[in-house]
């Protein structure tokens, strides 16, 4: 069993700042990337930023220069540093994550539980 503990979220002021953290625990043998999706009222959940291991990382091009995804892999642990927040930020944030249990095993993905963000202009 694996469990996704996320937290950091809030509520902002537009032009603020907002780190959230998510912390995967249990049965982890490797991770292979980690990822923060997000999903506002009414829209589907879309893609923010992954970071593979190591230091490769993707942004979504409306959070580019904005929001910085790191890890500390001695913590299996994934942040998600949101600089310069604008209201259409605003969404539930939730963390992903596709690992092994084994060294030889499928992989899988495991899900966060979600944290609010809000934007207030």
């Known amino acids: 069993q694996v469990q996704l503990v996320e937290s950091g979220g809030g509520l902002v002021q537009a032009g603020g700042s907002l780190r959230l953290s998510c912390a995967a625990s249990g049965s982890i043998f490797s991770i292979n990337y980690m990822a923060w999706y997000r999903q506002a009222p009414g829209k589907q959940r879309e893609l923010v930023a992954t970071?593979?291991?190591?230091?490769?990382?993707n942004y979504a091009d409306s959070v580019k220069c904005r929001f910085t995804i790191s890890r500390d892999n001695a913590k299996n642990t994934v942040y998600l540093q949101m600089n310069s927040l604008k209201p259409e930020d605003t969404a539930v944030y939730y963390c992903?994550?596709?690992?092994?249990?084994?060294?030889?095993?499928?992989?899988?993905?495991?899900w966060g539980q979600g944290t609010q963000v809000t934007g207030s202009s």
């Open positions: 992903n994550v596709n690992l092994l249990t084994a060294r030889v095993s499928p992989s899988y993905i495991y």
């Open positions: 970071i593979i291991s190591g230091s490769s990382t």
